[in-house]
């Protein structure tokens, strides 16, 4: 309404001359571990599990929530610097109730608006034997649920809704059917997206495959997870019956062709995927 707008820039004190200029809406980041920008440069040279086992996991052991907010803090800088004003963040390093609550307060002092896509971390016997430390599980299911649920609630009221929480089983590897199920049932109870790392690298269908049987969305699917509020992080490695199973369920793709680039994990078919008709979004990772 113009009358709200002219309230809105009766309040400004700097007014810009936008001639010859163009203006654009705030870029979406739809994925990034924001405390990792601590960590750049650590990872030259490494695919991703070899990221995950020299770089990743051990950090986990060590950083502090303090340091998480600090990480947290430089990402969203940088995300206001390149015009980004909505990121969402897979948080991926102390999972913990303090933690990730520091990450949700840095957003909403920002003004960005933000989903916190909480990582869960399962023990389940592919990561015991891909020899994933004790140390990366911190929560039992129940904890997950509990912690993810207690900050889905608080920041429902806070912000003026601009940053949100949401279910994140980080990869299938991760996380077993029954945790992905939970999450599932989380997110239907708040009307949250699933946010998960899928066929990022070959190793992870090949592992899918051994264990389930099937492709990592085919297994997604068969545990009625896939929806339109699930999001497919990377989809590096879909096939084309996986694709026709992602334009049918309405699941979303989160694509992240620098992280892709770094890791070598290879190249995403993003033209098969929008010639189907599904949804992709861009991030840096």
């Known amino acids: 309404e113009r009358a709200e707008l002219a309230g809105r820039v009766a309040l400004c004190q700097q ?42 996991y051990p950090v986990t052991a060590v ?27 897979n948080h991926s390093g102390d999972t913990g109730l303090l933690a990730t609550d520091g990450i949700a307060q840095v957003f909403a002092e920002s003004g960005l608006r ?42 429902r009221r806070e912000a003026d809704g601009r940053v949100q929480v949401c279910p994140a089983p980080l990869t299938l590897f991760l996380a077993g059917p029954d945790e992905l199920r939970a999450a599932k049932a989380l997110a239907d109870e ?30 997604l699917d068969r545990l009625g997870v896939l929806d339109r509020r699930f999001h497919v992080v990377h989809g590096v490695w879909l096939d084309a019956r996986e694709l026709d199973l992602l334009a049918e369920r309405g699941g979303h793709v989160v694509h992240c062709p620098t992280s892709n680039m770094s890791l070598a994990s290879g190249v995403a078919p993003i033209p ?9 979004a861009l991030a840096s990772d």
């Not at 654009?24 to 990221?51: C, I, K, M, W, Y």
């Not at 098969?272 to 992709?280: H, P, Q, S, T």
């Open 190 to 219: 708040y009307g949250a997206p699933i946010h998960v790392h899928v066929a990022e690298a070959r190793s992870e269908v090949e592992a899918t495959l051994e264990d389930y049987g099937c492709r990592e969305v085919e297994h």
């Open 63 to 89: 950083i502090t929530p303090e340091e998480i907010r600090l990480g947290a803090a430089l990402s969203v800088l940088e995300a206001i610097k390149s015009g980004t004003t909505c990121l969402i963040d």
């Open 15 to 56: 007014t810009i001359d936008g001639r010859g200029m163009v203006a654009l809406p705030g870029f979406v980041n739809a994925h990034t571990h924001s405390f990792q920008s601590l960590l750049r440069g650590l990872a030259e040279g490494q695919d991703l599990l070899g990221f995950l086992r020299n770089v990743a």
């Open 114 to 155: 933000g989903l916190i896509a909480r990582g869960w971390r399962l023990s389940t016997p592919r990561a015991r034997q891909w020899r994933v430390p004790e140390h990366v599980f911190q929560f039992s299911l129940a904890e997950e649920i509990e912690i993810t649920r207690a900050l889905i609630e608080k920041w």
């Open 272 to 280: 098969e995927m929008l010639a189907r008709g599904v949804n992709v």
